[in-house]
């Protein structure tokens, strides 16, 4: 198995070094034709939201965007994929950034109580369901 950091996927989602666009996309292509398999992490994830969001100064939509290609990247496997999956689904509509609706998201799959934050509108956004 082989590990695919935050460069590759930022690489292989902007194009914006062809050179490593095209080894970004071998290699995915390889994977998704079974020939490798691939995994990475939920920092990945997140790193990936960070960098387009502040760096690249992409907005919410195409950040959501971006971040959907890569969880349809199903022959990548990833940890939290379904949690991440209702996190992105929440951060669409919601006015929160993407770590607080994965905390949102991550408690109700684990089941919490109770959400513990002095954020007031965090709190209930926990409470929806």
Do not use: P
Request: aromatic share 14%.
């Amino acid at each position: 198995m082989k590990f695919v950091d935050t460069n590759y996927f930022l690489r292989f989602l902007l194009n914006d070094i062809n050179k490593q666009h095209l080894e970004a996309k071998r290699l995915f292509l390889e994977a998704s034709e079974g020939k490798v398999k691939l995994f990475t992490s939920t920092i990945v994830f997140f790193e990936i939201y960070w960098v387009l969001s502040s760096y690249y100064e992409k907005n919410k939509q195409e950040v959501v965007e971006a971040l959907q290609k890569i969880l349809d990247l199903k022959f990548i496997a990833l940890k939290e994929r379904q949690i991440l999956s209702n996190c992105l689904a929440r951060f669409k509509k919601a006015n929160f950034d993407l770590e607080d609706c994965y905390n949102v998201v991550c408690a109700k799959a684990r089941v919490a109580l109770d959400f513990k934050t002095f954020d007031v509108n965090l709190e209930k956004e926990f409470k929806k369901k």
